[in-house]
């Protein structure tokens, strides 16, 4: 049964903001032009993190630390309220660059998204958008050298001044919208993982995660926009997701050294959190819920993820899919590990996430391959749907990560998701007459060469 294309996503790459275009000219080091435009951002909304962001690194870069740190701080304090967790990080990493202490800092993030935090709720709201880049109207271009900073450091203060009311007048704290993954990890843990987070900033057009490629390494979004995109059998391009800020990305790197299974490539100037697989495995090792809820947020994105390549996922409804998530269990292996033997008993059904297999058949001590699969593909269905021994072994080529399914969870399944058996059936016996083709047509061709 060939394979449903996706829905198209909803939406589009925006058009260029101011921040974009600050951001931009910030890393074509037009460091004057660029402090213009993000010193007007700050003028005109003062609770605009992202402008302080920029503010900050721009009066850093040009020897007025005393002023970056102040629009540094008060970035971490706006991004609290606005429930933007990776711009407070990215803050917090960047007063650490400067020599500040920032631990006051991470620990008012930690208070503020951990489980169990008073201010998680609805969420506050974020400040409004600013007017698209032509539209918008940087600082005079005579202001220049000691005028700019002088104007730019003005402008900090008077921000200094705002949040300093807002916090006065306010009855409370606004409540915070809960982050995915960071919010579900207890104070201690969140603490521990957001500081060993690294700030990396790239322009549009960056290349981020190359398809195919290793990687040890996952991201978040603090400020821009990305594309996730997989090549297909065919050659041609398929998007599977915008990414937008506070998203998680590159994840599976964290799992198995496994080659990445999409590009990620930015739509606009972005601002990431960098999160090397060596300092969260430390944190996990201190932290053990930190390692139990990222190893299940990796499985509910695998899960969405796959649903657009996987007709199986697919066949399951999507206010249903969050339940199916939780009768996988995620399996990493390394390169030629066994998933499966040959003439052994179907144990369950493996959904290929990341990586690649071989299925490989012994043909007179002979391996002869007969077929690779990769992300969305199925491995064991033969053997489950048809009620036979595995016919071939099956073998990592590369490491790789699956969900599998054991046999009993996959029975209870199909009773609930009778289509479910069906396209696997569908599958199986498609499986099953290539394989038996396959391995005819080695036969006859030995034969032809022996008479010859």
């Not at 007063?95 to 500040?100: K, M, S, V, Y």
């Not at 972005?270 to 300092?279: E, F, H, M, T, V």
Request: charged share 25%; glycine share 8%; with cysteine.
């Amino acid at each position: 049964m060939s394979k449903a294309s996706p829905p198209e996503l909803p939406g589009g790459p925006t058009a260029e903001s101011p921040v974009d275009r600050a951001l931009a000219l910030a890393l074509a080091n037009e460091k004057d032009t660029a402090l213009r435009w993000a010193t007007a951002i700050v003028a005109a909304d003062p609770a605009m993190a992202s402008g302080l962001l920029l503010t900050g690194r721009l009066l850093a870069d040009l020897g007025r630390l005393e002023g970056a740190r102040e629009a540094l701080e008060i970035c971490v304090a706006r991004a609290i309220d606005a429930g933007q967790l990776p711009l407070a990080v990215a803050a917090c990493s960047d007063l650490r660059t400067l020599g500040a202490d920032a631990s006051k800092h991470f620990d008012a993030i930690a208070d503020a998204f951990a489980s169990g935090s008073p201010r998680l709720g609805d969420g506050g709201g974020h400040p409004p958008k600013l007017p698209h880049a032509d539209e918008f109207h940087p600082l005079a271009s005579v202001l220049t050298g000691p005028a700019l900073l002088g104007k730019a450091t003005e402008v900090v203060h008077e921000a200094r001044r705002a949040l300093e009311e807002t916090v006065a007048t306010r009855p409370a704290p606004p409540s915070i919208t809960p982050q995915p993954l960071f919010s579900s990890i207890t104070r201690e843990g969140l603490r521990a993982m957001i500081e060993v987070f690294e700030v990396s900033t790239v322009p549009q057009g960056t290349i981020v995660i190359e398809e195919g490629t290793g990687g040890a390494e996952a991201y978040i979004v603090a400020r821009g926009e990305l594309e996730v995109k997989r090549t297909m059998e065919n050659g041609t391009s398929l998007l599977l997701a915008r990414l937008t800020g506070g998203a998680l990305f590159g994840e599976m790197a964290l799992l198995s050294r496994a080659p990445r299974a999409a590009s990620v490539v930015a739509c606009r100037p972005s601002i990431l959190l960098l999160g090397r697989k060596d300092a969260l495995d430390a944190v996990a090792e201190r932290e053990p819920e930190v390692a139990i809820e990222l190893a299940s947020h990796c499985r509910r994105r695998m899960v969405q993820n796959l649903v657009r390549t996987s007709p199986i996922l697919s066949a399951v409804r999507a206010e249903e899919r969050p339940a199916l998530v939780e009768r996988f269990e995620t399996r990493v292996y390394e390169k030629g590990d066994k998933l499966i033997s040959e003439g052994s008993n179907a144990t369950g059904l493996h959904l290929i996430a990341s990586g690649e297999v071989a299925v490989i058949r012994d043909e007179g001590n002979e391996p002869f391959v007969l077929a690779t699969l990769g992300p969305g593909d199925i491995v064991g269905e033969v053997a489950l749907v048809l009620r036979r021994p595995s016919s071939a072994d099956v073998v990592a080529v590369h490491p790789t990560v699956t969900l599998h399914l054991d046999t009993e969870k996959f029975m209870s399944l199909i009773r609930e998701h009778p289509t479910i058996l069906a396209e696997l059936y569908d599958l199986a016996v498609k499986r099953d007459d290539e394989t038996r083709s396959i391995v005819a047509q080695e036969a006859t061709n030995a034969d032809e060469y022996v008479l010859i």
